[in-house]
């Protein structure tokens, strides 16, 4: 009888792995990951650090929102989204000439990071950045006032 018990727990065993080993990724489904969400971006347009909080809602493959830069000034932004790859832009300022910026990235399987180009029109610069989606923010109890 324990024979039989330990043949049987290591076909269980055998079978499990062999099914983890099999089991497709994201990738291999062709699943595609939202980017909805608020983005801690970190980049770099030839030297200048760009430092991004860009809040994206994604709806029939557009994507609207806004990124906040460092001095808490918020821009609109508008782009599309095609499988796992989101790109926008926004139009912002660098010292005090009118500027758009806009980013393409690549979600990965998880959707919990990014990473892409940034390209920075009329000045015809680009550089690179990465991101990661922020938790979203648990609400706070209120204490009761009943007694």
Same mark, same amino acid.
């Given at each position: 009888? @324990?024979? =039989?018990?330990v043949?049987?727990?290591m076909f ?10 099999t089991?497709p990724t994201?990738?291999q489904t062709?699943q595609v990951?939202?980017s909805t969400?608020? =983005?801690a ?7 200048v650090?760009?430092? &991004?909080?860009c809040s994206l809602?994604?709806a029939?493959? @557009?994507l609207?929102g806004?990124?906040?830069?460092e001095m @808490?000034?918020?821009?609109? &932004?508008?782009?599309t989204k ?5 790109? =926008?832009?926004?139009a912002?300022?660098y010292?005090?000439s009118?500027?758009t910026?806009?980013?393409?990235g690549v &979600?990965?399987e998880?959707g919990v990071k990014?990473?892409?180009?940034i390209?920075?029109?009329?000045m015809g610069?680009?550089?690179?950045f990465s991101a990661?989606?922020?938790?979203a923010?648990?609400?706070t109890?209120v204490?009761?006032?009943a007694?």
């Amino acid at each position: 009888m @324990k024979i =039989w018990i330990v043949v049987a727990a290591m076909f269980v065993a055998q079978t499990a792995a062999a099914v983890a080993q099999t089991a497709p990724t994201a990738a291999q489904t062709g699943q595609v990951v939202s980017s909805t969400g608020t =983005w801690a971006v970190v980049g770099d347009v030839q030297g200048v650090p760009v430092i &991004l909080t860009c809040s994206l809602v994604e709806a029939d493959m @557009k994507l609207t929102g806004t990124c906040t830069d460092e001095m @808490k000034r918020p821009h609109g &932004l508008a782009g599309t989204k095609k499988d796992n790859t989101v790109s =926008w832009s926004f139009a912002t300022d660098y010292e005090g000439s009118p500027i758009t910026v806009t980013m393409v990235g690549v &979600l990965d399987e998880a959707g919990v990071k990014m990473a892409g180009v940034i390209g920075v029109d009329p000045m015809g610069v680009d550089g690179t950045f990465s991101a990661t989606r922020q938790a979203a923010a648990t609400p706070t109890a209120v204490p009761s006032t009943a007694s």
